[in-house]
Antibody
């Protein structure tokens, strides 16, 4: 059974750096083709794709946010970490991590975490 | 940056058929964009319905189908049910590892 769980702070201050961890089980990020992606959703608004990391270490970022995002993996711990710098109240959102089980289906996010609500406020 | 477009809202009668679309602000959607569709109810993460244009995810009823209609990707729900009332999101793969979600369609069944 594939599970993913997001963890991190529920509240950050403007200008701070957000660090979120996705801890997963049921698959290995060392498996060829496997990827993990981050997606966010501001309250009442649409989903927004943020970043992706592949089994081979390749990393990809949203064009509009790439200067603020860093994604990394700790394969032995089954974790993927997303950092976002210079947080602003507009970054208040539920942040999800999801699995892409094959990079041959790059928009198939087949398993999702429950999400973590991050509020940006002073 | 290319914008992925969806109808903001749609309504369908119970038992009816509805087609939601997913387009591009510039250009046409084709299978090479690997269009996928997700269903989301309040407070829940999205659920995968369709991927790679027309492949149903495991456990998804066959009344959900995906296609390319003209220059857009499409999600058709045949025989709509009350619990189909949800937000529906498409996502397109833009290449170079980047995906983009549409703005979502709020479907009302009434």
């Amino acid at each position: 059974q594939v599970t993913l769980r997001e963890s991190g702070p529920a509240l950050v201050k403007p200008t701070q750096t957000l660090t979120l961890t996705c801890t997963f089980s049921g698959f290995s990020l060392s498996t060829s083709g496997m990827c993990v992606t981050w997606i966010r959703q501001p309250p009442g608004k649409a989903l927004e794709w943020l970043a992706r990391i592949d089994w081979d270490g390749d990393k990809y970022y949203s064009t509009s946010l790439k200067t603020r995002l860093t994604i990394s993996k700790e394969t032995s711990k089954n974790q993927v970490v997303l950092t976002m710098t210079n947080m602003d109240p507009v970054d208040t959102a539920t942040y999800y991590c999801a699995r892409i089980y094959s990079n041959n289906y790059p928009s198939l996010f087949d398993s999702w975490g429950q999400g973590i609500l991050v509020t940006v406020s002073s | 940056q290319t914008v992925v477009t969806q109808e903001p809202s749609f309504s369908v009668s119970p038992g009816g058929t509805v087609t939601l679309t997913c387009g591009l602000s510039s250009g046409s959607v084709s299978a090479s964009y690997y269009p996928s569709w997700y269903q989301q109810t309040p407070g829940q993460p999205p659920r995968t319905l369709i991927y790679s244009t027309n492949t149903r995810s495991s456990g998804v009823p066959d009344r959900f189908s995906g296609s390319i209609l003209g220059n857009k990707a499409a999600l058709t729900i045949t025989g709509a049910q009350a619990d189909d009332e949800s937000d529906y999101y498409c996502v397109l793969y833009m290449g170079s590892g980047i995906s983009v979600f549409g703005g979502g369609t709020k479907l009302t069944v009434l």
